[in-house]
C-alpha cells in the first residue's frame, strides 16, 4: 500500500476527506464519470480512491473495489483506520470486493466476493465486474492499480479494452477509478489512458503533504490548482 506523508489520520472515529471531487469543480455531472487519478508512488491516490467510495456509500452509492496489489484484508484495514468500516456494507453486499491479488500471489483467500485469477485477461474482469455490478445502482468502482494490469496485459489492445469497460460501466450508470502510477510506463502511456478517462487528477508530495489537482474533467470547469489533500476527524 501507498504510506503515509503527514497527512491527518484518524484512527478510530470516522474521518471525512477534502477536497473531494465535488470540491474541485464548479458545475457538471459527477455520476457515470471515469476518473484517472495520476501521481508517483505514495502520494496518496490509494487514500483518495478509498476516500471516494466511503463518500460514495454515506450518499447511497454502493462500491466495488478491484484490488490487484494488495490483499482486500489491507483494503479493509487501510479504509477502517480512518473510520471508514466497510464490513456492514459488505454484508449487505453494498461493498464488493474483486481479488485480483490472493490467488495469484499464492496467498490465502480472504473472503471476497469475487476472485480474478488472471489479471492479464481484462474480459475476464470485465465478466467478473459486470456480475459483481448485476443489482446495484449508481455504484461507484476502484481498480487499484491500472498500472499493474497495463504490465501484465498486451500493450497494443490494452487501452481499446480499457476504454470498452470503464465505457459500459459509465453507461450503465456507474463510475469508475482508475489508480495509475507515475514513473512506471512511458509517456505515451500516460497520455493515451488520461485522454482516454472523463477526468484526471493529478497527485503529488510537497513539503511533506498530500497534493491533489484536477487537470481536466469533460463538461465542467476546473481550477487546475494544487490542493492539500486532508483527511481529519468529522
Known amino acids: ?3 503515509e506523508a503527514t497527512q491527518t489520520v484518524s484512527t ?3 474521518s471525512i476527506a477534502y477536497p473531494m471531487i465535488s470540491d ?3 458545475f457538471g455531472q459527477l455520476t457515470q464519470v471515469s476518473y484517472m487519478l495520476l501521481g508517483p508512488l505514495g502520494s496518496g491516490k490509494t487514500t ?4 471516494f467510495l466511503a463518500e460514495g456509500l454515506k450518499l447511497g452509492f454502493p462500491a466495488v473495489f478491484v484490488t490487484t496489489d494488495v490483499s482486500p484484508r489491507v483494503v479493509r484495514n487501510d479504509m477502517s483506520r480512518h473510520g471508514w468500516s466497510v464490513e456492514e456494507y459488505e454484508l449487505s453486499s453494498q461493498f464488493i470486493f474483486i481479488d485480483g491479488y490472493s490467488e495469484r500471489m499464492g496467498a490465502p483467500h480472504t473472503g471476497a466476493s469475487y476472485s480474478l485469477s488472471k489479471i492479464d485477461d481484462i474480459s475476464e474482469l470485465g465478466i467478473i465486474l459486470f456480475d459483481a455490478l448485476e443489482g446495484l445502482v449508481c455504484a461507484r468502482v476502484v481498480v487499484d492499480s491500472l498500472s499493474t494490469l497495463i504490465l501484465h496485459s498486451n500493450p497494443a489492445t490494452m487501452p481499446r479494452s480499457m476504454q470498452r469497460l470503464s465505457g459500459r ?7 469508475i477509478m482508475f489508480v495509475l502510477e507515475e514513473g512506471v510506463h512511458d509517456e505515451k502511456t500516460y497520455a493515451t489512458f488520461s485522454y482516454l478517462a472523463d477526468a484526471v487528477l493529478r497527485f503529488k508530495i510537497e513539503d511533506n503533504q498530500f497534493c491533489v489537482r484536477m487537470d481536466r474533467m469533460r463538461g465542467t ?5 494544487w490542493h492539500p489533500f486532508v483527511i481529519g476527524p468529522k
Open 169 to 175: 460501466v459509465t453507461q450503465n450508470s456507474h463510475s
Open 24 to 26: 474541485l469543480v464548479k
Open 48 to 51: 483518495y480512491a478509498e476516500a
Open 1 to 3: 500500500m501507498e504510506k
Open 12 to 14: 478510530g472515529p470516522e
Open 221 to 225: 470547469d476546473t481550477s487546475r490548482d
